[in-house]
């Protein structure tokens, strides 16, 4: 490379470094995350909420769905037989039902379908066990064999492992 070339090439380095300079010192607000004393927005704090609220959100809905699917299906099914369907008894109130925890369903989701496969009657209570024993990233993915009548403690037991 000879001298010229080097030249134009270190005066665009210059160039743009002052253009970045002045930039930054004219119009700081206009960087992503960042404000005129350099402290973080506030929206860039709450993704995690944000996150876990949506997923919960899309949980519920997905529930909604399927349940609205079944209902629609169970509609057609007694519309079509001739023969009323058998009326089935409510399971009894501590028999032990299958809770099922996938992966990537937050806490929020988790605590959201005890309370509504009726394991656990506070949500708030739940919630609060869990995080004064700091077992909210404890929870494990897993099937398990839950029961109303097991408490909060032994239901937190379970499906953490612990």
Do not use: C
Not at 32 to 50: C, F, H, M, Q, V
Not at 52 to 72: G, H, I, R, V, Y
Request: aromatic share 8%; glycine share 4%; charged share 20%.
């Amino acid at each position: 490379m000879n001298k010229q070339k080097l030249r134009f090439v270190s005066i665009g380095f210059l160039l743009s470094a002052v253009l970045l300079a002045g930039f930054q010192l004219f119009y700081p607000e206009a960087l992503p995350g960042s404000t005129l004393n350099g402290e973080a927005n506030a929206d860039s704090t709450d993704y995690r909420e944000k996150y876990e609220s949506t997923l919960a959100e899309l949980e519920l809905q997905k529930q909604l769905d399927e349940a609205a699917a079944s209902s629609s299906v169970a509609a057609e099914s007694t519309v079509s037989s001739s023969v009323p369907a058998e009326s089935t008894a409510p399971p009894a109130a501590n028999a032990p039902v299958t809770f099922v925890i996938t992966s990537g369903q937050p806490m929020s989701v988790v605590i959201d379908n005890l309370v509504s496969a009726g394991l656990i009657t506070d949500r708030a209570v739940f919630e609060q066990y869990l995080n004064d024993r700091n077992l909210v990233t404890k929870i494990n993915v897993g099937e398990y064999q839950l029961s109303p009548d097991m408490g909060y403690e032994v239901i937190a037991d379970v499906i953490t492992l612990e």
